[in-house]
């Protein structure tokens, strides 16, 4: 059999019949499966027989057109003409294709898998240790798995298998990209989603490396303890047994738990990119990273003499210390005058860091291993602006929740250099490098924003990703990845 390149789903594994009001529905699990497929570069298919309901009749035909199926009518006493038919049509050879129903029947069975079909029969009760070309699952989730399985057979070595753990939102996002197909993909690639709420040894067995973003698994955060795995951030109980199990198995987890608990912390941060002025050399641009100040009240007495032993001046961002995992961590303000910090609604402790003008332009960064790429956004306004275009009465702090009102100069023409002073791409990618050796991460981003009017460079965002890109060290699917999502402008550079 060659790599899997069509699968026909019976309805008998996607629909189930309510015999109270006798009516037919899509089972969750089917709604999840036909996403995925949908979005697999696999020709996907729907077979039915005839004779049903309307209302079944129906159902399935709004399936078909939701999910861009290609509906498959069998004949109950031949169905392999239908399915030879079907991959004829695909132009695909059978033994890549695969057909997966919930009703056996020995001779059917046969009769299919003698046309180079592969019969998936899902159900413990189906027992086919005598039956070439016919595997089982124990329920539809488990097709992935075996589509990994059997992909792995045909490639080989010469298939790197990514599973992947992220919410499903976030995943359905990268899904509609084209980030994770199941079909192999040029460079020896496919994906397939991990569920933390099924068995991970079937899962992990079928993966070479896991992916994750694991910011999406965290259920609690003790802000009184230092971050820490093992005390502050504490994950889901099925990512804490994936990290077990990756480590007990020696998985290649992207990246280890322990590596990405300083992306959690902005003091943390912020700390480690105070040493960015090793890497800056006197006859080129500058970068370095923003003043800051860690308060854990703001009504402290001396906080202004604070202020300025940390070179601060207003206006300033404040931000909370914790990044995420809690549901005000992105509750920031931008504030312009010091009575401003009274009954200031970030929550403690925060960073207090410099605002600087950048003619609302961000140049977002993302580190894959070695290769370097940076994407070019709108951003916040320069101070002057934000103040003007505030509006609040009786105080000018701008308060704003960063993952959805974050206030941006929707009128600035994107550009890939600013007017004022060129993007040095060298000594950008040189810091890329010096933070990916300092946090030992091998995916994360990070925004650099041009000082206007001045040569110097500023990263003042710096955040764990798996959410732009997934593939790593594979510059041409990388590439494709960034100017799919970013169709803004991006650019490829480094490694």
């Not at 939701?66 to 069998?74: H, I, P």
């Not at 946090?439 to 990263?459: A, E, N, R, S, Y």
Request: glycine share 4%; hydrophobic share 40%; with cysteine.
């Amino acid at each position: 059999m060659g790599p899997v390149k069509g699968v026909v789903l019976d309805e008998s594994v996607l629909f189930s019949v309510d015999d109270d009001e006798n009516s037919t529905h899509l089972l969750p699990a089917a709604e999840k499966m036909l996403f995925r497929l949908q979005y697999s570069n696999l020709h996907v298919g729907i077979s039915y027989k005839e004779g049903l309901c309307s209302q079944k009749g129906a159902l399935i035909q709004h399936v078909a057109v939701l999910y861009t199926l290609q509906l498959v009518k069998l004949d109950v006493s031949c169905p392999e003409h239908a399915l030879q038919a079907t991959s004829s049509a695909w132009d695909v050879i059978p033994d890549t294709c695969i057909f997966v129903t919930s009703i056996l029947d020995a001779v059917i069975c046969r009769n299919i898998c003698s046309k180079g079909w592969t019969v998936v029969l899902q159900g413990l009760e189906h027992t086919v240790s005598d039956m070439s070309g016919v595997t089982t699952i124990h329920k539809l989730q488990d097709l992935l798995i075996t589509l990994s399985r059997l992909n792995k057979m045909a490639l080989g070595d010469s298939v790197i298998t990514v599973g992947y753990v992220m919410k499903w939102t976030r995943e359905k996002d990268f899904l509609k990209r084209g980030a994770f197909p199941t079909m192999p993909t040029s460079n020896g690639l496919t994906f397939i989603s991990i569920d933390l709420d099924l068995p991970l040894i079937p899962q992990l067995q079928t993966v070479d490396v896991v992916l994750h973003k694991a910011t999406d698994e965290i259920s609690s955060v003790d802000e009184g303890q230092m971050l820490s795995i093992s005390k502050g951030v504490i994950f889901s109980e099925g990512m804490q047994q994936l990290d077990r199990c990756m480590k007990h198995l020696h998985y290649h987890l992207i990246d280890p738990l322990e590596n990405i608990i300083p992306l959690l912390d902005r003091d943390a941060i912020q700390n480690i990119l105070q040493d960015l002025d090793e890497i800056n050399n006197p006859r080129s641009c500058r970068i370095r990273a923003p003043h800051y100040l860690k308060v854990s009240k703001f009504d402290e007495p001396d906080l202004v003499e604070k202020l300025n032993q940390a070179q601060l001046s207003l206006p300033a961002i404040v931000k909370p210390q914790i990044a995420c995992g809690v549901s005000n961590a992105h509750t920031m303000a931008v504030v312009f005058k010091m009575e401003e910090f009274a009954e200031l609604p970030v929550p403690l402790p925060s960073v207090i860091q410099e605002y600087i003008d950048h003619g609302s332009i961000v140049y977002k960064f993302y580190v894959l291993g070695e290769r370097v790429f940076y994407a070019v956004r709108s951003s916040t306004p320069n101070a002057a602006s934000l103040l003007l275009s505030s509006g609040n009465k009786g105080s000018s702090a701008v308060i704003f929740d960063s993952l959805k009102s974050l206030p941006v100069d929707s009128t600035t023409s994107l550009k890939s250099d600013s007017d004022e002073v060129k993007l040095d791409l060298d000594i950008v990618t040189s810091a890329a490098m010096w933070m990916r050796g300092k946090l030992h991460l091998t995916i994360f981003g990070f925004d650099v924003v041009l000082q206007m009017k001045k040569t110097k460079m500023f990263p003042v965002h710096n955040e764990y990703y798996v959410l732009k890109l997934c593939i790593i060290n594979i510059s041409s699917l990388s590439e494709q990845h960034v100017s799919h999502d970013n169709h803004q402008d991006s650019t490829s550079h480094g490694g």
